[in-house]
């Protein structure tokens, strides 16, 4: 799996100051912290940036790059900007991201600048309602990124997790999806905002889900994920060194119901987030203690 | 082949849970199918209702809801006995508007005092609800809670800010609570397992989902109770099985439509019946949806949702 290292994003605490003041120092710190801690990609998320949003991700770019050679997720909703970065970028670039609103300013740049992209399944109408809905949007944008000449290959669908304390049938729906994107795109990668799926959590019980969330899509080949990277755990499912995790994972979505007394306190855990994130059993901050 | 009917499995039930003492007093709950689905299963306890008293006299009530009560709104005793007396009220609703601190900001002790003197006077199940102000209610409630031990008073809302120190007097001296939420499943469960994690017994808790009147958003309210219903009967979720009160009847007669004069627009249709049937058809809605407990103002909003529980629950 292709770990996408989330943390430098305008929205920290720490890291938006150092953007707005054009501060390298605390951005390459994280940019080297991250790589140490794992990561392939990191995503550089500067927000809409609509204020010189051009300079800011021009400069961000050649700032990392300073200290990295890691290849740079460039997060931005605005186009400017986004090409701004391309032309700097050393690397292949990965675009994050193009929905079909952005298709006409934001898929000639695939090609320009030889990159790829992160195709989001935000629909023109918002929010897409469940599986199938995704399923349209995915079509709509092969068909567009096709025309372009951009390959399946080049694309990362991002079939967007969002909170399980909000919606559960949204977080059964990108799985679902996930189970049907090889065969409406064959050959197209995919990845996902992992930690949306525990926003709105406790922080300190956050990886849980995110942990789980990401062995319930691997399942269903997910081949990246937009991760906080210092979750080590984490990190280690993804590079396949908790194989028994994993299989309970999947045995639970089986519908298995091992015997909670026989596994481990961290087993448990396990078990009682997949019932969670599957719907069986209703979300609340206190779902590990019942 | 003959036509089967499909039938959909329960596998839970809703808790059962007493309020008051003595022999008024009211059990309600039970329920093992979605409501009124009596050709599923049980629901041995038909919902109730509460009549709505206010610690205060009413300000801005629109006519038709002030005239039953013409009289008595001075004096919450005489309110109560009448609702008693006069329109056969099984159960009481004392709002404690007074307390409010952005109104008449009544210290807790005189509050705590006019409940006391209520519950004294009356033999049905007390239910007593603040403003949500959360040190205004623990303060009353702390006081209520021991001077009322006995009486099986139900209290609320009790919402996670205050739970604990609300929680606490309720264990203490025995009284149910109302966990209320802001319309949200899953918030609502957290408050019923912070609630048993403190202590609070299962055959404590009610749930106030929060909810509106026709027209106010009334159509959220009842998706979430529906959920609430169906993680409860059909996915066993122990913490959801509990009964459902819905404070109803301030939301309704607050709108502008109950007290619109009916010289002002016509096609609303008479202003008096408009309230009545405002009420009363918010009230029908919550009752499909799973209320077991309604707090309603107007007599005959009343006598036609009693007339409403009676025909969904008759015998074919």
């Known amino acids: ?290 | 082949m003959a036509f089967e009917i499909p039938k959909i499995s329960y596998s839970g039930k809703v808790r059962e849970v007493v309020l008051g003492t003595g022999d008024k007093a009211i059990t309600v709950g039970g329920e093992a199918v979605y409501p009124f689905y009596l050709f599923e299963g049980e629901m041995p306890r038909l919902p109730r209702i509460a009549m709505e008293v206010w610690d205060m006299q009413p300000d801005g009530w629109p006519e038709a809801a002030l005239e039953p009560f013409a009289g008595v709104t001075d004096d919450p005793v005489a309110w109560a006995k009448k609702c008693i007396d006069d329109y056969g009220a099984e159960m009481i609703a004392l709002q404690l508007i007074s307390t409010d601190p952005n109104g008449l900001n009544r210290p807790a002790e005189e509050a705590a005092a006019i409940v006391k003197k209520v519950a004294d006077a009356i033999d049905v199940p007390l239910i007593v609800w603040g403003t949500a102000n959360h040190d205004e209610d623990t303060e009353v409630f702390r006081i209520v809670a021991e001077q009322c031990q006995g009486k099986q008073l139900t209290i609320g809302p009790v919402e996670e800010a205050d739970h604990k120190r609300i929680g606490a007097a309720a264990i203490g001296y025995k009284h149910t609570v109302g966990a209320s939420t802001p319309i949200d499943i899953n918030l609502a469960k957290q408050l019923n397992i912070l609630l048993g994690n403190l202590g609070v017994s299962d055959e404590q808790i009610m749930m106030d989902p929060t909810v509106s009147g026709i027209g106010y958003g009334i159509e959220y309210c009842y998706s979430v109770m529906e959920r609430i219903r169906m993680a409860a009967l059909t996915q066993q979720d122990e913490k959801l099985q509990f009964p459902i009160i819905c404070n109803l009847a301030k939301e309704v007669w607050k709108t502008k439509e109950a007290g619109l004069p009916t010289e002002e627009d016509p096609k609303l249709g008479d202003v008096k019946k408009r309230g009545i049937l405002l009420e009363a058809m918010s009230a029908t809605v919550l009752l499909l949806a799973g209320g077991d407990v309604l707090v309603m103002r107007h007599p005959e909003a009343i006598r036609l949702v009693k007339e409403i529980i009676a025909e969904l629950s008759a015998e074919q």
């Open chain 1, 1 to 290: 799996m292709i770990l996408i290292a989330e943390s430098i994003n305008i929205m920290s605490r720490s890291i938006g100051p150092a953007l707005r003041n054009r501060d390298p120092k605390p951005i390459q710190d994280l940019a080297k912290s991250q790589v140490e801690a794992g990561a392939d990609y990191l995503d550089l998320n500067i927000g809409p940036a609509r204020k010189a949003g051009d300079e800011l991700m021009a400069w961000v770019v050649n700032t990392v790059q300073e200290v990295t050679d890691a290849p740079l997720s460039l997060d931005t909703t605005n186009p400017v900007a986004m090409e701004a970065g391309l032309k700097v970028c050393k690397g292949k670039a990965l675009i994050n991201s193009i929905s079909p609103a952005r298709f006409e300013e934001e898929l000639p740049l695939v090609k320009k600048y030889n990159a790829e992209m992160i195709g989001l399944l935000w629909g023109l109408e918002g929010m897409p309602r469940d599986a199938a809905e995704r399923g349209v949007i995915v079509a709509e944008l092969m068909y567009a990124a096709n025309e372009m000449g951009i390959s399946n290959e080049e694309i990362w669908i991002d079939p967007i997790a969002s909170p399980v304390s909000v919606e559960i049938n949204q977080v059964k729906a990108c799985v679902e999806f996930m189970s049907m994107l090889n065969d409406i795109a064959p050959g197209a990668k995919s990845t996902v905002g992992l930690s949306n799926i525990s926003n709105g959590t406790p922080d300190h019980l956050r990886p849980w889900l995110n942990r789980t969330y990401m062995v319930m899509l691997m399942r269903h080949g997910l081949h990246s994920a937009i991760v906080d990277i210092f979750d080590s755990e984490l990190v280690a499912i993804a590079h396949g060194e908790r194989p028994q995790i994993v299989d309970l994972v999947d045995r639970v979505m089986d519908g298995e119901r091992p015997d909670l007394s026989s596994l481990s306190e961290e087993e448990v855990k396990y078990v009682k987030t997949v019932r969670v994130l599957t719907g069986e059993s209703l979300y609340s901050d206190s779902w590990l203690e019942v």
